[in-house]
């Protein structure tokens, strides 16, 4: 390979490098949006487990938020974390990169 070859094919690297944490950051940041979308989405229902508290003088009626403990908040929750952590690597590879 001759120098003009090599300095194209060094030209071109970056840029490659570049769609590919685009596309890598892409990816990251579609994780996160289903992961929120099935966080939200998750049906709490009666769930097996926990107290029960007695207060016979209260009024109000406290009704606990269980989207976690169901399997779609659990997977929800785990894409979230693992999309955040792919847009993290994705950005600060492409920001720490020499130039």
Known sequence: MNDSESA?????????????????????LLAILVGLTLMVTATGGTPSFGWYAYSPLAEAVFTPVYFLATPQGQTGLLMGVVGLAVVTFSAGWALGARR
């Open 8 to 28: 194209a094919a060094e030209s071109a690297s970056p840029r490659r490098r570049l769609t590919w944490l685009m596309a890598l950051g892409g990816i990251g």
